[in-house]
């Protein structure tokens, strides 16, 4: 039986809204976070979507993997319901893409949804640490953050062989995150510095979709090939992003153009670094 994946403030943030008439919601709690296959079928009813979209809290109740999931999982039940998405092209414009079934189908594959909702999670907050390094005959000391493709892209050439597992990932989760996310910003249209988006949008350079495509591609690749890929059992998951990157952004500009945006303040005061 897969284990529960939320907290129990999670499971008790659940019960509350859907079962509000209920005497007993301490026991239904209980239960529920013993029996995780009890949970997944009340993370697609309405109420949980509507509470998340109108409760000035609750962005302090539950943790960033709920909201996520609840959200991805909708993504897909409007998926099923429309037979394209829209695609960018050039600086503003957007076009019908039929693809609406096979963006779909990304979401159908558990393992993919999971690292999906916890690739989101993992960009509402900021870690930054200091690296001093030999550049020559001299010792360099330099900042990095989590955030940063640039940053990441030159600790990959740093780290020893044996560590370069998390950073392939994360310069490759940064690429899918922002060209996902924020393609308004990938594209150049915006500049990524601005303040009001401090701790969502990864810092460095702007791109272009098309450069951090490639740069998905190539590092989830590598990720996948790694040891350390089978042992996490991501190898699969990884592959299959390298492979199918412009379907896996898709879901995540969705949910960004249609249940990040009413929110975007509110996040970025609890993501931001202080």
């Known amino acids: 039986m897969d284990e529960v994946r939320f907290t129990e403030d999670d499971v008790r943030f659940i019960v509350e809204t859907v079962a509000d008439r209920r005497q007993d919601r301490d026991h239904v709690v209980r239960l529920l976070l013993d029996k995780a296959?009890?949970?997944?079928?009340?993370?697609?009813?309405?109420?949980?979507?509507r509470r998340i979209l109108e409760d000035e809290e609750v962005l302090v109740r539950i943790s960033p993997r709920l909201l996520f999931t609840i959200l991805l999982r909708r993504v897909q039940r409007d998926l099923r319901d429309r037979p394209y998405t829209m695609e960018r092209v050039g600086m503003t414009e957007t076009v019908p893409v039929f693809d609406a079934s096979r963006v779909s189908q990304v979401l159908e594959d558990r393992k993919v949804l999971d690292y999906l909702t916890d690739l989101?999670?993992?960009?509402?907050?900021?870690?930054?640490?200091?690296?001093?390094?030999?550049?020559?005959?001299?010792?360099?000391?330099?900042r990095f953050c989590d955030l940063s493709l640039e940053d990441m892209v030159e600790l990959a050439?740093?780290?020893?062989?044996?560590a370069r597992f998390p950073v392939y990932r994360r310069i490759a989760d940064i690429a899918l995150f922002t060209s996902g996310v924020f393609p308004e910003y990938a594209?150049?249209?915006?500049?990524?510095?601005?303040?009001?988006?401090?701790?969502?949008?990864?810092?460095?350079?702007?791109?272009?979709?098309?450069?951090?495509?490639?740069?998905?591609?190539?590092?989830?690749?590598?990720?996948?090939?790694?040891?350390?890929a089978r042992e996490a059992r991501l190898d699969r998951v990884l592959g299959f992003l390298a492979e199918e990157f412009p379907l896996a952004r898709k879901p995540?500009?969705?949910?960004?153009?249609?249940y990040i945006r009413w929110t975007t303040a509110r996040w970025s005061r609890t993501s931001a670094p202080s």
């Open 37 to 49: 296959d009890l949970v997944e079928p009340l993370l697609d009813d309405e109420r949980l979507l």
């Open 120 to 142: 989101l999670a993992s960009f509402t907050r900021v870690n930054t640490w200091t690296l001093v390094h030999r550049r020559g005959s001299r010792l360099v000391r330099r």
């Open 157 to 162: 050439g740093l780290v020893e062989e044996a």
């Open 187 to 228: 594209g150049g249209a915006l500049s990524i510095s601005r303040r009001g988006m401090a701790g969502m949008v990864p810092r460095g350079r702007v791109a272009s979709l098309e450069e951090y495509e490639e740069e998905g591609r190539r590092f989830y690749r590598l990720a996948s090939e790694r040891p350390e």
């Open 252 to 258: 995540l500009t969705i949910l960004s153009h249609q």
